[in-house]
């Protein structure tokens, strides 16, 4: 499923790219474009995030920092 339609990112591609350590949406338009545009897709990059157990850890760490 398309989530990016700016950048033609789906989901699996944003889950790699929180699989290799991003963990913001700034990381995730630095690895693969996805809400680099007109942001629109940015709440549901953030729900894919908050729902991808590897980078849960990286979340928490950012939060804090
Ligand atoms: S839909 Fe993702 S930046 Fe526009």
Redesign the pocket.
């Known amino acids: 499923m398309i ?5 033609a ?1 789906n989901r699996r591609q944003i889950e790699a790219a929180a699989l290799c350590g991003a963990a913001t949406v700034r990381d995730i338009v630095g690895a693969c ?10 709440p549901v ?1 953030e729900e894919i995030l908050d729902e991808t157990p590897a980078a849960l850890p990286l979340r928490r760490a950012v939060a804090v920092a």
């Open positions: 989530v990016c339609h700016c950048r990112v474009g996805a809400g680099g545009v007109c942001g629109g897709c940015r990059i």
